[in-house]
T-cell receptor
Framework: QKEVEQNSGPLSVPEGAIASLNCTYSDRGSQSFFWYRQYSGKSPELIMF????GDKEDGRFTAQLNKASQYVSLLIRDSQPSDSATYLC?????????????FGTGTRLLVSP | DVKVTQSSRYLVKRTGEKVFLECVQDMDHENMFWYRQDPGLGLRLIYFSYDVKMKEKGDIPEGYSVSREKKERFSLILESASTNQTSMYLC????????????FGSGTRLTVV
């Protein structure tokens, strides 16, 4: 089992729809969770982080965390073609001392006009 | 604006050459990381450093070494470049706290011919 799992996609949604991106993780003790957006040929850019169960909203983005189910999701409302990118889920893991971000392989999102 | 700067955006080297990839951050971050990213394989951690002159192997250190003589600078060295090291190389930095994500540089696309 991979430590952080994402569906590779592509996830195709029409402009204006809600895009729902999902991620599961293996380490039950993980405390913090991050979503990165990566455009083709560019480096990852941090767009959201969450560390408490429930929802966290920032503009059109909502991160959702369910630690009991070891599940993180990212909702993008009113999707725009400019949201077309690969979205990486990342989880901070490590039992003692140094914690590292472990990345999923990403979900490719395509928003059609 | 805080930054992680990678010295080269594109690089072409010959097989057997010694290659230096430089990364500088201006955020006074303690932790620095080198990843490579290949299609279908996601981000793979090569080396990381949590302090000056300290280094730790990541998941795929073979064929690479690193140097961190100053806090702001973390260098990746390919001792003898090979064609299977053709990849996108990403540097990142972070603070050593659980709620802190990584900031990535813009990446170096290395081609070994």
């Amino acid at each position: 089992q991979k430590e952080v799992e994402q569906n590779s996609g592509p996830l195709s949604v029409p402009e204006g729809a809600i895009a729902s991106l999902n991620c599961t993780y293996s380490d039950r003790g993980s405390q913090s969770f991050f979503w990165y957006r990566q455009y083709s040929g560019k480096s990852p850019e941090l767009i959201m982080f969450i560390y408490s169960n429930g929802d966290k909203e920032d503009g059109r983005f909502t991160a959702q965390l369910n630690k009991a189910s070891q599940y993180v999701s990212l909702l993008i409302r009113d999707s725009q073609p400019s949201d077309s990118a690969t979205y990486l889920c990342a989880v901070k893991m490590g039992n003692t001392g140094f914690q590292k971000l472990v990345f999923g392989t990403g979900t490719r999102l395509l928003v059609s006009p | 604006d805080v930054k992680v700067t990678q010295s080269s955006r594109y690089l072409v080297k010959r097989t057997g050459e010694k290659v230096f990839l430089e990364c500088v951050q201006d955020m006074d971050h303690e932790n620095m990381f080198w990843y490579r990213q290949d299609p279908g394989l996601g981000l793979r951690l090569i080396y990381f450093s949590y302090d000056v002159k300290m280094k730790e192997k990541g998941d795929i250190p073979e064929g690479y070494s690193v140097s961190r003589e100053k806090k702001e600078r973390f260098s990746l060295i390919l001792e003898s470049a090979s064609t299977n090291q053709t990849s996108m190389y990403l540097c990142a930095s972070s603070r050593p706290t659980p709620l802190y994500g990584y900031t990535f540089g813009s990446g170096t696309r290395l081609t070994v011919v």
